[in-house]
């Protein structure tokens, strides 16, 4: 089955970096565009990031533009979000995704389990 494993969340103060990690498995990686989501408490899951099959084209939410970079590598069939100049506001799950890349949104096929991220202030 699909698993999409994240990891390289945990908590950091305001102004740090975090690097997160999502290898995947049991699907054909180059086939899927791929993305990050974040949720926090009380608060609907948003997009964050996505990337197209090849890493060619990329977007991003406007809160983390600038702060935040997707890439992938497709040998490794991993997608990574480095996370730059972090603020508390960034706290919450953060989720990857496999799907399907559009220039005005990202459709999710297959979902992680979370990595938890925490910014203090």
């Known amino acids: 089955q699909v698993q999409l494993l994240e990891s390289g969340g945990g908590s950091v103060q305001a102004g740090g970096s975090l690097r997160l990690s999502c290898p995947a498995s049991?699907?054909?990686?180059?086939?899927?565009?791929m993305g990050w989501f974040r949720q926090a408490p009380g608060k609907e899951r948003e997009f964050v990031a996505a990337i197209s099959v090849n890493g060619g084209y990329r977007n991003y939410a406007d809160s983390v533009k600038g702060r935040f970079t997707i890439s992938r590598d497709n040998a490794k069939n991993t997608v990574y979000l480095q996370m730059n100049s972090l603020r508390p506001e960034d706290t919450a799950v953060y989720y990857c995704?496999?799907?399907?890349?559009?220039?005005?949104?990202?459709?999710?096929?297959?979902w992680g389990q979370g990595t938890q991220v925490t910014v203090s202030s």
């Open positions: 995704a496999a799907g399907r890349y559009g220039i005005s949104r990202f459709e999710t096929n297959y």
């Open positions: 049991g699907l054909t990686f180059r086939s899927y565009g």
